[in-house]
Each structure stands twice: as structure tokens, then as C-alpha cells.
């Protein structure tokens, strides 16, 4: 098991990687403070190739249930979607790509 948490130092975050059985840091990466807030424009919502009502569409018809919740986030230059399908009282997150296709999870 491997856990992630970050830190802050000056203008740089810390991303500290720890392996959950000893504990020990096996790995720390500085990023800049402004990569952990690229802020979603208009514009990439309404240049994507898949709507968000596409994107609804499909997360409903691949969990075979109705969509409770969607987010949009910038994935590169372009959208994705994050929508929770609920089927009966289990929900499933589907991330659907700007092109419309189904993302497959980590």
C-alpha cells in the first residue's frame, strides 16, 4: 500500500509518497503552487466534442442507473466528466472523457 499527502513550502508543494507498512518516505516531488489550481474556463467546456448531458448519457447506460451527481474537470486542454450513477441504493463514479468515451478507473 502506498499513501500521498502534500505539504507546503514557500511557493512549492511537496507531495510526499509513504509506504504504508514501515512508514518510511520512499518518495517526495516539488510541484509549483499554481499546478494544484488550473481553473476550468468557459471555453473548455463549450469547445468539448461531448456535452455534459452526452456524458450523463452515457455514465447512466454503462451503470445501467440514473445520474445523482456530475463534476467537469480540465484534464489537459480539454474536459472530463466525473458522474455518480446510482442503481438502487449502490452508486458508481464513471468518468467520461471529452471524446465521450468511458475512462477507465485507477
Known sequence: DLHSFPTRRSSDLTDHHIDA?????????NHPIESYFVRLKPSDVQNAPTSLKQAVATAEQKAGGKAAEAEIEREANSVRYKITVMTGSQSQEITVGADGKIVPNK
Open 21 to 29: 507498512n514501515s512508514g518510511q518516505v520512499i518518495k517526495s516531488d
